[in-house]
């Protein structure tokens, strides 16, 4: 198994600009969430799916959209970059949300800069 | 809302010792987890411990082992031994009950510094 694997490691773009970060597990997890990491902040929930077509919003959503068209992929666009968003960006996925306990598997991260 | 605090943004221990960091945490939910996890230079997020809020019998993983007071919101970590490879950010993690999310709140981070 790969395991959570994120895609690019490594972007810069210009103010305006948008992309996507990919993300794909291969664990046939149904939760899966995105996370950024500032510096001092910890980390800060961005949005989550507990399944195939279901995603919500969490702390930090603003700025961001998902889609979770298939259990496998979990994409993470950014409209129109900002600097505010320069940061390093976090997968995770777990078996599923629920009250049971399940590890949550973190990808490798992408590092963002918007100049 | 839940909150993660970690007071410490830096620590340092010197290679063979024993240190601990602190994370205290607020909540109204009677059953959670949280977590210690280790995030190294690389950046890859590393499950260090968990505790189970309902479990009375702090947890051990090998030189790592946690001190869980469920009525004071208190949950540090202890690293007995400490290595040069022990060096790293560690984030103390509050995992959400409510609504079946399974979402982490993570606190700041501290930065441990292993001398040699």
């Known amino acids: 198994n790969a395991g959570v694997t994120q895609t690019p490691k490594f972007q810069v773009l210009k103010t305006g600009q948008s992309m996507t970060l990919q993300c794909a597990q291969d664990m046939n997890h149904e939760y899966m969430s995105w996370y950024r990491q500032d510096p001092g902040m910890g980390l800060r929930l961005i949005h989550y799916s507990v399944g195939a077509g279901i995603t919500d919003q969490g702390e930090v959503p603003n700025g961001y959209n998902v889609s979770r068209s298939t259990t496998e992929d979990f994409p993470l666009r950014l409209l129109s970059a900002a600097p505010s968003q320069t940061s390093v960006y976090f997968c995770a996925s777990s078996y599923s949300a629920g009250t049971s306990y399940n590890e949550q598997f973190f990808g490798p991260g992408t590092r963002l800069t918007v100049l | 809302a839940q909150t993660v605090t970690q007071s410490q943004p830096e620590m340092s221990v010197q290679e063979a010792e024993t240190v601990t960091l602190s994370c205290t945490y607020d909540t109204s939910e009677s059953d959670y987890y949280l977590f210690w996890y280790k995030q190294p230079p690389s950046r890859q997020m590393i499950l260090v411990i968990r505790q189970e809020a309902y479990k009375q019998q702090n947890a051990t993983e090998n030189r790592f082992s946690v001190n869980f007071q469920k009525a004071a919101k208190s949950f540090s970590l202890k690293i007995s031994d400490s290595q040069l490879g022990d060096a790293a950010m560690y984030f103390c993690?509050?995992?959400?009950?409510?609504?079946?999310?399974?979402?982490?709140?993570f606190g700041k981070g501290t930065k441990l510094s292993v001398k040699p």
């Open positions: 993690a509050y995992r959400i009950m409510e609504g079946s999310q399974g979402n982490l709140i």
